[in-house]
C-alpha cells in the first residue's frame, strides 16, 4: 500500500515521474490539494516530472495573547487495533492528566493501526469502537487530532476516515473531540503557534533528532511562522507524531520547544509515551514550569 504522506514529504524535494508514484496522478492530486500543496509540473527531456509546494499551513486558534498560562498533554500513535496495542497504558495517562489538572490533548496522527501490512487483527469497525469506549471515559478532556499514514491506509481501500467516524460518536456524548483533515496543523496558544505534524521519518539512525532536522527544514522553506489577519505568528512548540521515540528538548537556535511522545505499542517507549507542557507566554517568550 503506497504511503500517500511519505510521497507528499518527499515531493517537497525531489521531482518524480507519474511511473514513481504509484498511484494515479488524479488520486494523488486530490490528496496533495486536501494537504496544502500545488502540484508543479515539468518536463526534464521530454519526461514530465511532478513536485510539490507546501501552500498556507491551516491555523486554529485555542487562545489568543489574552491568555498567558498553558498546559496540555501530546500524544502520537496510539495504534489503536494493532495487536501490540497498550490500551490500560493509554487509559493510564489520560487519568493522570486529568488528575494533574490537564484539560486540553492534542494527538498528531496513528489514533487507529489501519490496515497495513496485515499488522492489525481488528476489524475497522472494531478499532473506531475500542478508540470509542476509552476516549468517552475522559470527558475532561478536549482533543485537537490530525491524520496519520495509518488513518490514511483506511481511505485507500474505499473505507471512510475512522478519525471523522469517531469524532461524531463523541460528540454525540457531548465529548469535545476535534478532527482536523490533514497531516500538517498550527495551533495559536497564548500567541504563539503549536504545529503539530505525523511527520515521515526518512533516517532511522536519526529518529531522536529527527524533529529538529525537520524545523531546519521549515526553517530554509520560511514556514517557521504563520500569519493570520495580517498578523505573524511564530512556530515555538512542535509536536512530531510517527517516531516512536519519546523526545522532549528545546532546539535553542530555532527557539522551538520539541515534543515526540513516543507510541502506545507494548514494548516500546514504555518510559513515558506521553509528554505534558506546562507554562507561561510573556512578551512571546516562553517560560517553562
Same mark, same amino acid.
Given at each position: 500500500?503506497?504511503?500517500?504522506?511519505?510521497?507528499?514529504?518527499?515531493?517537497?524535494?525531489?521531482?518524480?515521474?507519474?511511473?514513481?508514484?504509484?498511484?494515479?496522478?488524479?488520486?494523488?492530486? *486530490? $490528496?496533495?490539494?486536501?494537504?496544502?500543496?500545488? %502540484?508543479?509540473? =515539468?518536463? @526534464? +527531456? /521530454?519526461?514530465?516530472?511532478?513536485?510539490?509546494?507546501?501552500?498556507?499551513?491551516?491555523?486554529?486558534?485555542?487562545?489568543?495573547?489574552?491568555?498567558?498560562?498553558? *498546559? $496540555?498533554?501530546?500524544?502520537?500513535?496510539?495504534? %489503536?487495533?494493532? =495487536?501490540? @496495542? +497498550? /490500551?490500560?497504558?493509554?487509559?493510564?495517562?489520560?487519568?493522570?492528566?486529568?488528575?494533574?489538572?490537564?484539560?486540553?490533548?492534542?494527538?498528531?496522527?496513528?489514533?487507529?493501526?489501519?490496515?497495513?501490512?496485515?499488522?492489525?487483527?481488528?476489524?475497522?469497525?472494531?478499532?473506531?469502537?475500542?478508540?470509542?469506549?476509552?476516549?468517552?471515559?475522559?470527558?475532561?478532556?478536549?482533543?485537537?487530532?490530525?491524520?496519520?499514514?495509518?488513518?490514511?491506509?483506511?481511505?485507500?481501500?474505499?473505507?471512510?476516515?475512522?478519525?471523522?467516524?469517531?469524532?461524531?460518536?463523541?460528540?454525540?456524548?457531548?465529548?469535545?473531540?476535534?478532527?482536523?483533515?490533514?497531516?500538517?496543523?498550527?495551533?495559536?496558544?497564548?500567541?504563539?503557534?503549536?504545529?503539530?505534524?505525523?511527520?515521515?521519518?526518512?533516517?532511522?539512525?536519526?529518529?531522536?533528532?529527527?524533529?529538529?532536522?525537520?524545523?531546519?527544514?521549515?526553517?530554509?522553506?520560511?514556514?517557521?511562522?504563520?500569519?493570520?489577519?495580517?498578523?505573524?505568528?511564530?512556530?515555538?512548540?512542535?509536536?512530531?507524531?510517527?517516531?516512536?521515540?519519546?523526545?522532549?528538548?528545546?532546539?535553542?537556535?530555532?527557539?522551538?520547544?520539541?515534543?515526540?511522545?513516543?507510541?502506545?505499542?507494548?514494548?516500546?517507549?514504555?518510559?513515558?509515551?506521553?509528554?505534558?507542557?506546562?507554562?507561561?507566554?510573556?512578551?512571546?517568550?516562553?517560560?517553562?514550569?
Amino acid at each position: 500500500m503506497v504511503n500517500l504522506l511519505h510521497l507528499c514529504e518527499v515531493m517537497t524535494n525531489c521531482w518524480l515521474e507519474e511511473s514513481e508514484l504509484r498511484v494515479p496522478i488524479e488520486v494523488f492530486r *486530490k $490528496f496533495a490539494k486536501r494537504n496544502n500543496f500545488i %502540484i508543479e509540473k =515539468k518536463s @526534464f +527531456d /521530454g519526461v514530465i516530472k511532478y513536485k510539490l509546494k507546501r501552500k498556507k499551513i491551516p491555523i486554529h486558534f485555542i487562545s489568543g495573547e489574552e491568555k498567558t498560562e498553558f *498546559k $496540555f498533554m501530546d500524544l502520537a500513535d496510539l495504534h %489503536i487495533g494493532n =495487536k501490540k @496495542f +497498550d /490500551g490500560k497504558a493509554l487509559r493510564n495517562k489520560l487519568q493522570s492528566a486529568v488528575d494533574g489538572g490537564i484539560r486540553v490533548g492534542f494527538i498528531a496522527g496513528d489514533v487507529f493501526e489501519g490496515c497495513i501490512d496485515g499488522t492489525t487483527h481488528t476489524s475497522y469497525l472494531e478499532q473506531v469502537m475500542l478508540a470509542y469506549y476509552i476516549f468517552r471515559d475522559y470527558p475532561q478532556l478536549t482533543y485537537y487530532v490530525i491524520n496519520g499514514n495509518h488513518e490514511y491506509s483506511f481511505e485507500q481501500i474505499g473505507l471512510p476516515n475512522p478519525i471523522r467516524r469517531l469524532e461524531a460518536m463523541l460528540k454525540e456524548e457531548g465529548i469535545k473531540f476535534h478532527f482536523f483533515d490533514v497531516y500538517l496543523m498550527d495551533f495559536v496558544i497564548c500567541g504563539v503557534i503549536k504545529r503539530v505534524m505525523h511527520v515521515e521519518r526518512q533516517d532511522f539512525n536519526k529518529k531522536r533528532i529527527f524533529a529538529a532536522l525537520k524545523i531546519k527544514s521549515f526553517d530554509e522553506e520560511g514556514n517557521l511562522y504563520n500569519k493570520f489577519n495580517g498578523k505573524i505568528y511564530q512556530v515555538r512548540f512542535f509536536l512530531v507524531g510517527h517516531i516512536h521515540v519519546n523526545v522532549q528538548m528545546y532546539y535553542a537556535k530555532k527557539k522551538v520547544f520539541i515534543s515526540q511522545p513516543g507510541s502506545f505499542l507494548k514494548s516500546e517507549c514504555v518510559e513515558e509515551r506521553a509528554n505534558i507542557i506546562r507554562g507561561r507566554v510573556i512578551e512571546n517568550k516562553i517560560f517553562m514550569t
